[in-house]
Nanobody, 121 residues
Framework: VQLVESGGGLVQAGESLRLSCTASGSRFTLNTMGWYRQAPEKERELVAAISNGGTTYYAESVGGRFTISRGTGANAVALQMTSLESDDTAMYYC????????????????WGQGTQVTVSS
């Protein structure tokens, strides 16, 4: 299974970005997809996740600013990021799994290569 992310880049604080991810090569529906991020010298963090049943999870640090949605394809997900802050600077990774648990602490079967988001203040 290959997850391909797009949409990262360099923006100024307060601006918006939209990340997209499409999965290919899976024989199964990836029922839950999400986004992790990792900044230098910081722990990896589950930013947001969404299941096909509609359950969503957001990290407290991004609540109200980020919105996750499933794409029109069966195995696609997007992350709309608004009011970006310098603390949002990180490598963002798309993740996916067949299970339905969308919260933190779960195991993810598939990971993308990552897309860099840099927010200048």
């Amino acid at each position: 299974v290959q997850l391909v992310e797009s949409g990262g880049g360099l923006v100024q604080a307060g601006e918006s970005l939209r990340l997209s991810c499409t999965a290919s090569g899976s024989r199964f529906t990836l029922n839950t997809m999400g986004w992790y991020r990792q900044a230098p010298e910081k722990e990896r963090e589950l930013v947001a996740a969404i299941s096909n049943g509609g359950t969503t999870y957001y990290a407290e640090s991004v609540g109200g600013r980020f919105t996750i949605s499933r794409g029109t394809g069966a195995n696609a997900v997007a992350l709309q990021m608004t009011s970006l802050e310098s603390d949002d600077t990180a490598m963002y990774y798309c993740v996916a799994k067949r299970g339905y648990y969308a919260g933190p602490g779960g195991q993810w079967e598939h990971w993308g290569q990552g897309t860099q988001v840099t927010v200048s203040s």
